[in-house]
């Protein structure tokens, strides 16, 4: 890691990464760094390497590429260990809509399988301590969680980062399903409001139970749990979910994947 220049200011909140959506459900999934960084308390510090061989990589769909949103996970289990965000050019997963409401008040992204899509997404570098905070985040431990937690291998999801091509990395599925494009296809996220807004549009129901607005929505589901459960299997009952194509993965991390617990 090279030091940061003369007077240069890294902190989150100079870098305009420092708001989480969990405290503004609307900015979801977050600003993400323009490039690769070392996470380190409310500073972002430049990075040297793309592979980090004591951790373990995972590919960031949403929110957790937002350094706010990490810094606040993290900060919950009183953890300040450094967490190294790599860019990285990854081949053969989209970013989809999760078939549930979150009780942090918005409707998150989930990974789906894309064999032809190429994106630019952050692969985060987690120790042990630092791994379980975000799979509790994600509701892996729980049965009625929201996610699994799932190894792609290089085989079938290409990974590189700076002339690097990883052996694979984890991924969170969501255990509900994901949000089609109206073909039966998984669509991809527009962003929280615009999503928002066109689910609203097409649902009666959905607009009884969240309001008219992405607003009013954001508000409603905040740390409503009946609620959110409510949506989310109104999702079902409007017959808007489709599979994500990357369930065949979640057995397979038992065996290929490293740092399994």
Request: glycine share 10%; aromatic share 6%; charged share 25%.
């Amino acid at each position: 890691m090279r030091p940061p220049g003369p007077g240069e200011d890294r902190s989150l909140r100079a870098l305009g990464l420092d708001e989480a959506p969990r405290d503004r459900p609307l900015l979801y999934p977050g600003a993400w760094p323009a490039e690769s960084g070392l996470l380190v308390g409310d500073r972002l510090l430049p990075l040297d390497g793309p592979v980090h061989e004591d951790r373990v990589p995972v590919l960031a769909i949403g929110s957790n590429a937002s350094p706010g949103q990490l810094r606040h996970k993290m900060a919950g289990f009183g953890i300040t260990s450094p967490i190294p965000m790599v860019k990285a050019r990854v081949t053969g997963v989209d970013i989809g809509v999760s078939a549930h409401v979150s009780r942090l008040g918005y409707v998150s992204a989930s990974p789906v399988s894309a064999p032809d899509t190429v994106r630019e997404l952050f692969v985060i570098w987690l120790d042990a301590e630092q791994l379980a905070v975000i799979d509790v985040s994600e509701g892996v431990p729980l049965p009625m969680g929201n996610f699994d937690r799932a190894w792609l291998p290089a085989r079938d999801v290409r990974i590189e980062a700076d002339g690097v091509v990883l052996s694979g990395a984890y991924a969170y599925v969501n255990r509900h399903g994901v949000l089609h494009n109206g073909t039966g296809a998984p669509r991809t996220h527009p962003g929280q409001r615009a999503l928002l807004t066109e689910l609203l549009v097409r649902s009666a129901r959905l607009r009884e139970l969240f309001g008219v607005t992405p607003e009013e929505f954001c508000a409603r589901a905040r740390a409503d749990r009946r609620l959110c459960e409510r949506g989310t299997r109104l999702f079902a009952e409007e017959k808007w979910v489709t599979a994500s194509g990357l369930e065949r993965y979640v057995d397979g991390s038992r065996t290929e994947g490293p740092g399994t617990a």
